[in-house]
Nanobody, 125 residues
């Protein structure tokens, strides 16, 4: 099991950018790590993920072309660069990690066992 610590959320104007970070403790070589987001009253949505070993990524259509996920293996950290933010991107963003599935299945997998505490992203003028 790994522990995940997120940072980088905040308030930004529409069209602005933010970068979220997720730093993991423990070995994550065989893990896929990614981001989900949730708005109160709505279903959790998978955003993007990356395989720590192979760097394979998967990104939701709703953010494709605006959000980019990357990793720094030496720092055991995953980043989510969010550009051209829109009010509908407002949500609590959660970092998650699992060794049970690869990145290509991560966003649809319902039994992820490792979660961060969440960081709030607010897009508003």
């Amino acid at each position: 099991q790994v522990q995940l610590v997120e940072s980088g959320g905040g308030l930004v104007q529409p069209g602005g950018s933010l970068r979220l970070s997720c730093t993991a403790s423990g070995s994550t070589y065989y893990y896929a790590i990614g981001w989900f987001r949730q708005v109160p009253g709505k279903e959790r949505e998978g955003v993007s993920c990356i395989g720590m070993r192979d760097g394979i990524t998967d990104t939701a259509d709703s953010v494709k072309g605006r959000f980019t996920i990357s990793r720094d293996v030496a720092k055991n950290t995953v980043y989510l660069q969010m550009n051209n933010l829109k009010p509908e991107d407002t949500a609590v963003y959660y970092c998650a990690a699992t060794a049970r599935v690869r990145a290509t299945m991560f966003l649809r997998y319902r039994s992820i066992e490792n979660w961060g505490q969440g960081t709030l992203v607010t897009v508003s003028s």
